[in-house]
């Protein structure tokens, strides 16, 4: 069972930019279909990104879509997602989440592994 654990959120000015990672304990990361998603107080968690296990394929929801890069290093079993143009409305906790079968999947619950979550403030 991979265990994710996500990282580098934090408070940032509208506008800014931050990193987060999500790195996974097994080697075998590379053969998940990996994601991203958020979750606001009182609001359902919301797709933002997946990417399929080469990295070659990405796909984004449209909220994010040209703000958001979802990226993937199976060498270090890490992936990545670089948030640009942060608006307040992005502030929530930040989910990685990995899926056994291929395939673009938006469905928070058609995924396996979850992490803990990184918390992202935007501040105005």
């Known amino acids: 069972q991979v265990q994710l654990v996500e990282s580098g959120g934090g408070l940032v000015q509208a506008g800014g930019s931050l990193r987060l990672s999500c790195a996974a304990s097994?080697?075998?990361?590379?053969?998940?279909?990996t994601g991203w998603f958020r979750q606001a107080p009182g609001k359902e968690r919301e797709f933002l990104a997946t990417i399929n296990r080469s990295g070659s394929s990405t796909y984004y929801a449209d909220s994010v879509k040209g703000r958001f890069t979802i990226s993937r290093d199976n060498a270090k079993n890490t992936v990545y997602l670089q948030m640009s143009s942060l608006k307040p409305e992005d502030t929530a906790v930040y989910y990685c989440?990995?899926?056994?079968?291929?395939?673009?999947?938006?469905?928070?619950?058609?995924?396996?592994?979850w992490g803990q979550g990184t918390q992202v403030t935007v501040s105005a």
């Open positions: 989440a990995a899926r056994i079968q291929h395939g673009t999947v938006i469905l928070p619950s058609l995924y396996d592994y």
């Open positions: 097994e080697h075998t990361f590379s053969t998940y279909t």
